[in-house]
């Protein structure tokens, strides 16, 4: 028997319509896909009349994480062995950026699967397309830790010699500004709010005035942030 393929496919990071024709038809004709949260994702799959069953990547209440073990790679690798084709989404953007994506990709490899990449939507490059700065060379830092090693992450973010790039959550992305401002980064932000959404927004300037624009519309800390540090 012939073993499957696995397909990393990309997804919307907000706006539904940024998806490509070829996601939709390997959505439609894979055996499954594989999910980082099935309610997120069938809203997708409902929105593009497709009934393709979903299965949860990992367990929601474990904390996501990049390097952590996910019981389910070895119950995904005997299936694309029996012959089904599987594709691996997660809740919005490109899979195996910040999130255990890799992990499964790996244990593909070390098996011979062939994986195949359907690629699209990331947050990543959809603030740099915008960024209007050199990035040629840039970075990318994904997520800064929630305690230990928080400092040290963001001297390192103002020493690089090249642009940073990093995700923040809404919940400590103000934090993360009063550190920077704290450790005397004289450098300047870009940052990406709420991409591709009804409420998109990019915010540049130096960490005092990004700090002061957020401190002075509090409602606006919502949803998912891209930053550039350059």
């Known amino acids: 028997m012939d073993t499957g393929s696995l397909y990393i496919v990309a997804t919307p990071i907000g706006n539904l319509e940024d998806i490509t024709f070829r996601a939709i038809k390997v959505l439609s004709e894979v055996d499954m896909v594989v999910c980082e949260d099935t309610r997120v994702t069938k809203k997708l799959l409902e929105h593009y009349n ?14 996501v994480s990049a390097t952590k073990p996910v019981p389910k790679i070895g119950y ?5 062995k029996q012959g089904k084709n599987i594709a691996l989404v997660t809740d919005a953007g490109t899979p195996g950026i910040s999130d255990p994506g890799n992990q499964l990709v790996e244990a593909a490899v070390t098996e011979q699967i062939s994986v ?15 960024s209007g ?8 830092l994904g997520f800064p830790p929630h305690k230990k090693g928080r400092e040290t992450f963001f001297k390192e973010v103002i020493e690089f010699g090249l642009p940073v790039i990093y995700y923040e959550s809404p919940y400590r992305v103000i934090k ?3 550190l920077l ?14 991409l591709t959404k009804m409420f998109e927004e990019t915010v540049r300037g130096t960490v005092a005035e ?7 519309n509090p409602g606006k800390v919502k949803g998912e942030f891209v930053i550039i540090v350059y």
Not at 181 to 194: A, D, F, N, S, V
Not at 210 to 216: A, E, G
């Open 50 to 63: 497709i009934v393709t069953p979903t299965a949860s990547f990992y367990n929601l209440q474990r904390k």
């Open 76 to 80: 995904l690798i005997a299936n694309l």
């Open 116 to 130: 195949i990449p359907v690629p699209g939507a990331s947050a990543l490059t959809a603030l740099a397309s915008v």
């Open 133 to 140: 700065i050199d990035l040629s060379k840039f970075v990318f």
């Open 176 to 178: 993360n500004l009063e």
């Open 181 to 194: 401002q704290k450790l005397g980064m004289e450098k300047r932000i870009i940052l990406g709010r709420e």
């Open 210 to 216: 990004v700090l002061d624009y957020f401190q002075k």
